[in-house]
């Protein structure tokens, strides 16, 4: 049962709780003023509770457990470096004059109301050097997601060195055997799910490469004993709202309690804070469920969806820094409003992402106005939405050698411009979308030779290439403009209405010789703030144009760059089968709904696999659907075939997008999986189910449902059977014709009856 989210201090236990949804979150002031102490994370609590847990929570440790540990390791909210401290700290800092500890003294806190939620801020000080910290704690009407985040002000006369600053730190409670559940990866394999049993000491996830990474995503679930199954059992989840280096540490104190803390990496950090200034960390999300792994991702993706997706900055310093000019309000004729239909192009319901054709798989560099009008043509002809022209369409570029950062169109491919092609896609009655890679440039572009110093380098030392090309020093606010017009200007001058935003390659050599700032360090942060500010000023001047993150795949993927975009592009493998796996760790941690999955050729460019049409369509299924096959070697029949899966997906698409998501198998369980889509009033689901190899010795018959109303009939919409929700979540459903044959798949779509 949820009920409303509302923050609460309880003046004489000076303790503050957060109650949410179905959970509750408690804090209280050291005894004297010195810290705020964890004192709850987990199952509601009632206000009375709150003070006995307090004042149980405000004495010191014992002499015993000081000796035993020689440390004086408290479940501290945020927990500064300083006196007998050695678990990771969330802060440490150096002063003007030598010293290094922090000693806080709390000053105040305010809680305010706004867009659906509630946010308390807890202030302290470190009154000898004025330096302060705003704790964050934000919480949301109908959810169970607490977001923090650390605000910085140095209210003194010096510069204070800040050499590590992490965003939140979390306690668990005291249990024993966590289960650390992640997700690891790379170009290809992203989003694999690992874990780990927790003992003495730290587990460390990160990216030192400036950018998310497909190493790692900054999400994790944590439960004791390993208990949890997907439905049921106690978990605790967190993920982090950073597309930068980012650090996650669970750490089993030498006092045997866990923490996690993560935020900015402080690997290669530093930041000098001047007198007056304030910094800000990102936000850092965090849930707990009694219903399983399946609950606390279902919790992800209604929050996603209600508060991240598209939404902006979520900590509210990205603003318009000077670089951005004002918004120029100039509606474009066909122009729509954000998520909405609009003239050019179909009306796709609100909150649905379109279905879309790539070119890139079909035509790679090799695009042409006649090639992708003939392309634009077919795909029409299937129902496709949004026509993307991908890679190799500007200046130079006939292969990844050259031309990135020359972003004119290519004359020679397109003699009259984009336009002739963006009317014929529009004429054709789809929306037109446009790859770019604004952060990049290949030593071959008249830019690199303009602007040898705009890129990423230490001086007497390589430039290290990767796809041959560099990372432009976006922290540099002139480099940053020009990509700002540069995009910008693509968008006004063209009616575009999708934008991929590609970014291939890592950070090296992060250095900018002549920074006008004494801390170099700062590009880590600089760059990423700066990417923010470009895509919030180019939202706000096109609103009629969604983007998508891509980083040679599903490498920046987070809930900071959900924050502008619509959807990521989920992984470059797009072998149908490997995508059950991608796409079963992507939707742990992120909603189906910003999930990009093409149906591509056979046999499939990576693996080389052949993979029946019918399977491709229902893995892409899974989430935002997307064809990126080469539709002129598709015959009629293909095409036929295409077209009416496509216009299924149409069908149901609310519930794939929208509705809560059941994992009712999973490949890495055995060579089968199956996902249910239940609508939020549990009048309709769809089930998708795909076979792997083996299945004539291992493939199941029957699958059980979950989430429906044990009384209600539903009625099977091919079939025209009618099964009891309770036998469906009891004793399952018959899995239909192609059971027994290795890649096989299935839609199944029920309707309750009135
Ligand atoms: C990356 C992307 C691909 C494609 C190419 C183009 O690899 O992940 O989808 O856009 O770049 O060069």
Not at 115 to 131: F, I, P, Q, S
Not at 263 to 268: A, I, L, T, V
Not at 631 to 641: D, I, K, Y
Not at 718 to 741: A, C, N, Y
């Amino acid at each position: 049962m949820s009920a409303d989210s509302e923050a609460w201090y309880d003046e004489t236990a000076r303790a503050w709780l957060l109650d949410l949804a179905s959970t509750s979150y408690a804090l209280a002031l050291a005894a004297n003023g010195t810290a705020v102490r964890h004192l709850h994370w987990g199952a509601r609590l009632g206000r009375q509770a709150v003070a006995g847990l307090a004042d149980a929570a405000r004495s010191e440790p014992s002499d015993w457990e000081r000796h035993r540990s020689w440390a004086a390791e408290l479940p501290d909210e945020y927990t500064p470096w300083g006196g007998m401290r050695y678990d990771e700290p969330s802060l440490k800092v150096s002063y003007a004059d030598g010293t290094r500890g922090v000693e806080w003294l709390y000053t105040g806190h305010q809680v305010t109301a706004q867009r659906g939620g509630t946010t308390l801020e807890v202030v302290l000080a470190d009154e000898a050097y004025g330096l302060q910290v705003t704790l964050a704690y934000r919480i949301y009407q109908g959810f169970d997601v607490v977001e923090r985040w650390a605000r910085l002000t140095n209210a003194g006369s010096l510069p204070i060195r800040l050499r590590q600053v992490l965003s939140a730190n979390w306690w668990l409670p005291m249990r024993d055997r966590w289960r650390l559940r992640y997700l690891h990866g790379g170009w290809g394999a992203e989003t694999q799910v690992a874990e780990t049993v927790l003992g003495p000491g730290k587990f460390v996830l990160e990216s030192r490469r400036g950018t998310t990474s497909h190493q790692f995503s900054p999400w994790f679930t944590l439960d004791p004993g390993g208990t949890a199954t997907e439905e049921s059992g106690p978990v605790w989840s967190g993920e982090l709202a950073w597309s930068g280096s980012w650090k996650l540490v669970s750490e089993v104190t030498s006092a045997g309690r866990l923490h996690v803390t993560g935020g900015w990496n402080d690997f290669d950090f530093s930041y000098e804070l001047a007198p007056g200034e304030e910094l800000t960390t990102p936000s850092f999300a965090a849930l707990h469920t009694e219903g399983g792994f399946g609950a606390a991702s279902r919790e992800w993706h209604s929050w996603q969806r209600a508060h991240v997706i598209g939404h902006g900055d979520r900590t509210g310093v990205i603003g318009r820094p000077a670089w951005v000019a004002r918004p120029q309000s100039r509606p474009r004729p066909g122009g729509r409003p954000p998520g909405g239909g609009g003239t050019a192009g179909p009306a796709v319901p609100p909150g649905l992402r379109p279905v879309l054709y790539n070119s890139w798989e079909a035509t790679s560099f090799g695009v042409s106005q006649d090639g992708q009008e003939r392309l634009a043509e077919l795909a029409a002809e299937i129902g496709i939405e949004c026509f993307v022209v991908d890679d190799g369409w500007f200046a130079g570029r006939q292969h990844d050698r050259a031309g990135l950062g020359d972003w004119t169109v290519d004359q020679a491919k397109f003699p009259r411009g984009l336009t002739p092609l963006i009317e014929r896609v529009n004429g054709l009655g789809m929306r037109f979308g446009l790859w770019v890679e604004p952060e990049m440039v290949n030593p071959d572009s008249d830019l690199y030779r303009a602007h040898p110093d705009w890129v990423y380098h230490f001086a007497n030392r390589s430039r290290t290439e990767q796809r041959n090309q560099l990372v432009l020093n976006l922290a540099r606010p002139d480099v940053a403009e020009w990509v700002y017009r540069t995009i910008g200007g693509l968008l006004s001058q063209h009616n575009i209405q999708f934008v991929k935003w590609d970014m291939n390659r890592h950070f090296s050599e992060p250095g900018w010789p002549g920074a006008p700032v004494s801390d170099p360090e700062r590009i880590w942060i600089d760059h990423v703030r700066n990417l923010y500010a470009i895509l919030d000023a180019l939202r706000a001047d096109h609103p009629e144009a969604d983007f998508e993150s891509c980083s040679g795949g599903g490498g920046r993927a987070d809930l900071g760059i959900l924050s502008y975009v619509q959807q990521v592009w989920t992984s470059d493998n797009t072998d149908a089968w490997d995508r059950i796996k991608i796409q079963d760790g992507f939707c742990q941690a992120y909603s189906p709904s910003a999930m990009m999955a093409w149906v591509t050729d056979n046999p499939n460019w990576l693996t080389g696999r052949r993979l029946p049409l019918s399977f491709r369509f229902h893995s892409s299924m899974a989430g935002a659907l997307g064809i990126g096959v080469d539709l002129t070697g598709w015959n009629a029949a293909e095409r036929a075939e295409a077209a009416k899966l496509i216009a299924t997906y149409k069908e149901r698409r609310p519930v794939i997008q929208q509705g809560s998501l059941y994992r009712l198998a999973r490949a890495a369980d055995a060579p089968f999986a199956a996902s249910e889509y239940l609508a939020s009033d549990g009048s309709e689901l769809v089930i998708l189910s795909w076979w792997g190899p083996g299945q004539l010795e291992s493939g199941p018959r029957r699958l059980c449902l979950a989430g429906l109303d044990p009384q209600a009939i539903f009625l099977d919409t091919s079939t025209g059977q009618r099964h009891h929700g309770s036998v469906l979540m009891q004793e399952g459903i018959g899995l239909p014709g192609t059971v027994g044959l290795d890649f096989g798949s299935s839609l199944i779509h029920l309707k309750r009856e009135p």
